[in-house]
């Protein structure tokens, strides 16, 4: 039985939240997507179609937690209207619109980076192709993956190198084809009509398109479940529903953009801080930050320097701030970056 503090945010999201949730589930068009706390606030964009999140940093959706059932049915209905679709390979690799990079490391995430390979390949009207850039002493998913990637090795400098996301990202970009670049994830499901979307903001003179609006956490048995093939996306509610990702996990950025802000700044060695970092260059450029799209993120374990009291790439984060944008882009534009032989630090 719960107590009576456990009952206050249940009892809170039943009278407030659950008849908003209800109204904007039920209503035509994207309305599910102006879903967000109480204390939030979004902006439609100027077409009506997508919103910006008016606070900083991320955020995850309240009444959820308290209520799984409205996390599931916003899950089902941002899926119905934009499904992610496995694929063995793209309809068209040899003239990519788009290229997809993805980082990797180890083994422990063969089955996240497999599956986000299908939804990159189930990508509808849109040519992709997706570079995959294995940061590890052995090349040891190369064999693994399908025909259709492009594979990069790139050894550390010495064993001991903290998973440089950065360096896999300018590596990535210069073995890439097309004008276009997805900086991705490799535990992030895409629905369909993603590539799709990016290159329409594209075609309009945007240079940077970030369409993630909701990103649905599945739990460890949910996606464990889902590589069994015991289980479908929507077979469960969401762990969580995070919002206002902006450069982490998946962004769209033209080449002539990402070499014009210097790419990643390759300092960044461990986890954290250098996609808030790459976003602040990035909105120097023209930037479509409107979001309506689904993303789901496959479970793991966290980063074994994520909870670190003393966090060394936050830290760094923090310094870099100090710095107006415009000076740090002249700086890591003088800089070589994407050397395979390791990152500039």
């Known amino acids: 039985m719960r107590h009576l503090g456990e009952l206050r945010p249940l009892l809170g999201v039943m009278a407030k939240d659950l008849p908003r949730y209800l109204r904007a589930l039920t209503a035509p068009g994207e309305a599910y997507a102006s879903l967000c706390n109480r204390n939030e606030r979004l902006e439609r964009s100027p077409d009506g179609h997508g919103y910006r999140c008016l606070w900083q940093w991320t955020s995850d959706l309240h009444a959820p937690k308290h209520l799984p059932m409205l996390g599931a049915a916003l899950m089902r209905r941002a899926l119905r209207d934009h499904p992610i679709r496995a694929a063995a390979a793209p309809f068209d690799v040899q003239q990519p619109r788009i290229s997809f990079i993805v980082g990797h490391r180890g083994l422990d995430r063969l089955g996240h980076l497999l599956a986000t390979l299908e939804t990159i390949a189930g990508q509808r009207e849109a040519a992709v192709e997706c570079v995959v850039v294995e940061q590890d002493t052995q090349p040891l998913v190369r064999e693994r993956l399908p025909a259709w990637v492009r594979y990069v090795h790139t050894p550390p400098p010495r064993p001991d190198l903290a998973y440089c996301r950065s360096w896999a990202f300018n590596v990535g970009v210069r073995h890439a084809r097309a004008d276009v670049l997805v900086l ?162």
Request: proline share 6%; hydrophobic share 40%.
């Open 184 to 345: 991705h994830d490799n535990d992030m499901l895409v629905p369909q009509d993603y590539a799709m979307q990016v290159l329409h903001q594209l075609a309009r003179g945007f240079e940077v398109v970030n369409l993630k609006r909701f990103v649905f956490y599945l739990t460890q048995a949910h996606t464990e479940r889902y590589f069994r093939g015991e289980a479908s996306l929507t077979a469960q509610a969401p762990l969580a529903v995070m919002q206002n990702a902006e450069g982490g996990g998946s962004l769209a950025i033209t080449r002539a953009a990402y070499d014009g802000i210097g790419g990643f700044d390759e300092a960044f060695v461990g986890w954290g801080g250098e996609d808030v970092e790459f976003w602040e260059r990035a909105g120097s450029r023209r930037v479509w930050p409107y979001a309506f799209l689904p993303l789901v993120h496959l479970w793991h374990g966290p980063q074994p320097d994520k909870m670190a009291r003393q966090n060394e790439t936050l830290a760094l984060y923090r310094s870099r701030t100090q710095t107006p944008v415009d000076q740090r882009i002249a700086a890591l534009r003088a800089l070589p970056c994407g050397d395979i032989t390791g990152p500039r630090v």
